[in-house]
C-alpha cells in the first residue's frame, strides 16, 4: 500500500500543529503549511525526526493563487493527496452584534471560510482524479449553537458546516469524503486569546462543559486522524463534536 499523503492548513500551532505530528506517528507523509516560514521549517524538521517525509510549503489561505500553488507542490512532491485537514482559521475580534465592523466579518470570513472553499476547490479535483481522499474541515461547536459575544466567529464556522456537508454531496459517489471536526474549548493560543488571557474566564468555559475541562490539541488530532482512515470509510458529510458533552445538552 502506498504511504498516503497528508495536506494541513494553518499547521504551524495548536490543533493543526498536533494533527501533522499524528499523522507523522502513523507514518504518513506530511506537507504543513503556514505563514511563518521559520517556524513551519521547525515543525517540518520535527516530522521529518519521527522517520516520515516532511515538507512545509508558505501559504495564506485566503490567496487563491496560493492555496492552487499549495495542492500543486503537494501532488507533484508525493505524487498524490489523501488527506486535507483545512485547518487554518482566525477568531476575530469579539464583542456584541451590535458593535461588529465590516472590517471584522471580512478579516474572519476571509480566513475561516474564504480559506475553506478555497481549498475544497483545489484538493477536491485532485482525489476525484485518484477516485479517492478524506478531506476534514475544522469547524467548532459554535458552528452548530450559538454563543453570545462571538457572532461573526460562530457565522464563520456554520457556513464551515454548510460547505461541508455541500461539498461532501458532490463527491460522495466518487469515493472522496468530506467531514468536518467541531471542537469545544481546547487549550491552545486561540482559546488564551478567546478568553481575553483571563484564567477565571477560561475556567468558566471549562465549567460549561460537562467533562469540567478543555480538550487538548492531540485529543482533536486523534478524532481527525481517525475521519482520515479507512475505519470511517462510510462516514462523509458530517460534524463531529469532539466537546466533553456541551452540545448532547
Known amino acids: 500500500m502506498n504511504t498516503p499523503t497528508v495536506l494541513i492548513t494553518g499547521a504551524l500551532t495548536g490543533i493543526g500543529r498536533a494533527t501533522a505530528l499524528a499523522f507523522a506517528r502513523e507514518g504518513a507523509n506530511v506537507v504543513v503549511s503556514g505563514r511563518r516560514e521559520e517556524a513551519g521549517q521547525q515543525l517540518a524538521h520535527e516530522l521529518r525526526a519521527l522517520g516520515v517525509k516532511a515538507e512545509f510549503l508558505l501559504a495564506d489561505v485566503t490567496d487563491e493563487v496560493q492555496v492552487q500553488s499549495l495542492v500543486a507542490q503537494t501532488v507533484e512532491r508525493f505524487g498524490r493527496l489523501d488527506v486535507a485537514v483545512n485547518n487554518a482559521g482566525v477568531e476575530g475580534e469579539l464583542g456584541p452584534v451590535a458593535g461588529q465592523t465590516a472590517a471584522n466579518y471580512h478579516a474572519t470570513f476571509d480566513t475561516n471560510v474564504l480559506g475553506t472553499l478555497l481549498s475544497l476547490k483545489h484538493e ?117 463534536a469532539v466537546d466533553g458533552g456541551y452540545t448532547a445538552q
Request: no cysteine; hydrophobic share 45%.
Open 124 to 240: 477536491i479535483p485532485v482525489m476525484l482524479t485518484q477516485g479517492s481522499g478524506s478531506i476534514i474541515n475544522l469547524s467548532s461547536i459554535v458552528g452548530q449553537v450559538g454563543m453570545a459575544g462571538a457572532s461573526v466567529y460562530v457565522a464563520s464556522k456554520h457556513a464551515v458546516e454548510g460547505l461541508t456537508k455541500s461539498a461532501a454531496l458532490e463527491v460522495a459517489a466518487a469515493g472522496v469524503r468530506v467531514n468536518a471536526v467541531a471542537p469545544g474549548p481546547v487549550e491552545t493560543a486561540m482559546l488564551t486569546r478567546f478568553t481575553g488571557g483571563s484564567d477565571q474566564a477560561k475556567d468558566a468555559l471549562f465549567g460549561m462543559m460537562p467533562a469540567k475541562r478543555g480538550a487538548t490539541p492531540d485529543e482533536i488530532a486523534q478524532t481527525i486522524v481517525f475521519l482520515a482512515s479507512d475505519k470511517a470509510r462510510f462516514l462523509t458529510g458530517q460534524s463531529i
